[in-house]
């Protein structure tokens, strides 16, 4: 990533974050919007096929945040930029606070690096994080343990040291419109399983791929452009 990139900024509506995610929406009552999808991927890893044609997403995995008969909406865990938490706090003017007791705040996640979630809004953040005490302003529920806060009041909680215990940042996020992501699944272009939280949240990033084809019993050696969806 360019280390002169612009100061992230982000989310502060519903609306916006559905704009910005490639024409995903909430599934409503709207009868022209289409059939729901056949195979629902929310909570899913997406995990990239050599036979992927998107260089951008090649050894990718993509956890996948909503899923409907409008299209996807999902951040890759597996991709690191060249700023760290602690920088981008600072870039968005936030100053970190150090709360010795509380059992909130993490040293370690504020080191982590912050992930590339994929080409979509580049310059906007997207929060992936365990479940917080407090609500945020724009948050994804996607799961009940699981959330996707695109609203600046999390990094606000963060630097006060009561925001989410468990944490992936990223700036961008991968969007699909209606019937793209299970064209390309139809294509071979990926691989899904049921996510693991412990991938996301536990592992160094570069062992989140292995780890991911290994929900699938797959040895990522012997993962060819021939393999076929499991």
Same mark, same amino acid.
């Given at each position: 990533?360019?280390?002169?990139?612009?100061?992230?900024?982000?989310?502060?509506?519903?609306?916006?974050?559905?704009?910005?995610?490639?024409?995903?929406?909430?599934?409503?009552?709207?009868?022209?919007?289409?059939?729901?999808?056949?195979?629902?991927?929310?909570?899913?890893?997406?995990?990239?096929?050599?036979?992927?044609?998107?260089?951008?997403?090649?050894?990718?995995?993509?956890?996948?945040?909503?899923?409907?008969?409008?299209?996807?909406?999902?951040?890759?865990?597996?991709?690191?930029?060249?700023?760290?938490?602690?920088?981008?706090?600072?870039?968005?003017?936030?100053?970190?606070?150090?709360?010795?007791?509380?059992?909130?705040?993490?040293?370690?996640?504020?080191?982590?690096?912050?992930?590339?979630?994929?080409?979509?809004?580049?310059?906007?953040?997207?929060?992936?994080?365990?479940?917080?005490?407090?609500?945020?302003?724009?948050?994804?529920?996607?799961?009940?343990?699981?959330?996707?806060?695109?609203?600046?009041?999390?990094?606000?909680?963060?630097?006060?040291?009561?925001?989410? @215990?468990?944490?992936?940042?990223? %700036?961008?996020?991968? &969007?699909?419109?209606?019937?793209? *992501?299970? /064209? +390309?699944? #139809? =294509?071979?272009?990926?691989?899904?399983?049921?996510?693991?939280?412990?991938?996301?949240?536990?592992?160094?990033?570069? @062992?989140?791929?292995?780890?991911? %084809?290994?929900?699938? &019993?797959?040895?990522?050696?012997? *993962?060819? /452009? +021939?393999? #076929? =969806?499991?």
């Amino acid at each position: 990533m360019n280390k002169q990139r612009k100061v992230p900024f982000f989310f502060q509506t519903a609306a916006e974050r559905e704009a910005a995610a490639g024409a995903v929406a909430p599934d409503d009552e709207d009868d022209d919007a289409g059939d729901p999808p056949a195979f629902d991927l929310t909570n899913h890893f997406l995990i990239a096929m050599p036979s992927m044609l998107d260089p951008i997403f090649g050894g990718s995995v993509v956890y996948m945040c909503e899923h409907n008969r409008n299209g996807a909406l999902g951040v890759v865990i597996n991709k690191p930029t060249d700023m760290t938490m602690d920088v981008l706090l600072e870039r968005v003017s936030l100053k970190l606070e150090i709360v010795a007791d509380a059992a909130e705040f993490r040293p370690d996640t504020i080191k982590r690096p912050v992930m590339f979630g994929g080409p979509v809004q580049v310059e906007r953040g997207f929060v992936l994080h365990t479940h917080a005490d407090k609500a945020f302003s724009s948050t994804i529920n996607v799961t009940s343990d699981i959330g996707l806060t695109t609203s600046k009041d999390v990094l606000e909680a963060v630097a006060h040291g009561d925001g989410p @215990q468990q944490m992936l940042v990223s %700036l961008g996020c991968s &969007g699909w419109s209606a019937g793209q *992501l299970e /064209a +390309e699944i #139809g =294509r071979n272009g990926w691989l899904t399983v049921a996510a693991d939280p412990a991938i996301i949240f536990d592992l160094p990033y570069e @062992q989140r791929f292995a780890a991911a %084809l290994k929900l699938l &019993g797959v040895d990522p050696a012997m *993962l060819s /452009a +021939e393999s #076929g =969806r499991a």
